[in-house]
């Protein structure tokens, strides 16, 4: 059985810290980009990140540039994305999803990955 499974979310204060994990279970990481998206309260999805599928190369949405890393250990079939100098307006439900097609659109749907977790919220207060 597939799954993706996100963990590390929680409230903290602006400026603080967290490190989300993203633990795959039923297929092999390491053949597939692997994403981290978000959805604030009322808004749209918003790709934060991706992450090739050796580990080299990233990318970034603009508003995280600076403060977000994302990782992964394909040995652990695990995605990270560690979130320093974090904001009110990063509040918000905290997706991973893996797809193996090269330069997904940064639009694509949640639902359009080949496979997603169910979210880790992640709330930060003024």
């Known amino acids: 059985q597939v799954q993706l499974v996100e963990s590390g979310g929680g409230s903290v204060q602006a400026g603080g810290s967290l490190r989300l994990s993203c633990a795959a279970s039923?297929?092999?990481?390491?053949?597939?980009?692997m994403y981290w998206i978000r959805q604030a309260p009322g808004k749209g999805l918003e790709r934060v990140s991706r992450?090739?599928?050796?580990?080299?190369?990233?990318s970034y949405t603009d508003s995280v540039k600076g403060r977000f890393t994302v990782s992964r250990d394909n040995a652990k079939n695990t995605l990270y994305l560690q979130m320093n100098s974090l904001k009110p307006e990063d509040t918000a439900t905290y997706y991973c999803a893996a797809d193996p097609r090269f330069l997904l659109p940064s639009s694509t749907p949640l639902s359009q990955y080949k496979y997603r977790g169910q979210g880790t919220q992640v709330t930060i207060s003024s």
């Open positions: 992450i090739n599928s050796g580990g080299g190369t990233t």
């Open positions: 039923g297929f092999t990481v390491s053949n597939y980009f």
